[in-house]
Nanobody, 124 residues
Framework: QVQLIESGGGLVQAGGSLKLSCAAS????????MAWFRQPPGWERELVAS????????NYAKSVKGRFSISRDNAKNTINLQMNNLKNTDTGVYYC?????????????????WGQGTQVTVSS
């Protein structure tokens, strides 16, 4: 059982930056594909970014490419999401996820473990 705890959410003005972090409890963290998903108000959950188990490959939603950056530190069992030039449309609850599915997957299928989520609100 992998426990995931997100941190770093909050309120920020459009154009600003936030960094989200996710800490995992599992010793075999380095075997998991990791990802960030988000659920905007009134919308379904969507992939934001994912990263392969060793960190050599990443995948981003088109809406965040060039603005967001996902990274991981397997020695510390953590992943991060650096979010720059935030837009109102980035508002939502952000979830950290872990699974053994492919890093290029666009849906939540293959992710077995989820954090409780952290709220990100971008104001005009």
């Amino acid at each position: 059982q992998v426990q995931l705890i997100e941190s770093g959410g909050g309120l920020v003005q459009a154009g600003g930056s936030l960094k989200l972090s996710c800490a995992a409890s599992e010793r075999t963290f380095g075997e998991y594909t990791m990802a960030w998903f988000r659920q905007p108000p009134g919308w379904e959950r969507e992939l934001v970014a994912s990263i392969s188990s060793r960190g050599e490959y990443t995948n981003y939603a088109k809406s965040v490419k060039g603005r967001f950056s996902i990274s991981r530190d397997n020695a510390k069992n953590t992943i991060n999401l650096q979010m720059n030039n935030l837009k109102n449309t980035d508002t939502g609850v952000y979830y950290c996820a872990a699974g053994r599915g492919p890093w290029w997957a666009e849906t939540g299928t293959g992710y077995d473990y989820w954090g409780q989520g952290t709220q990100v609100t971008v104001s005009s």
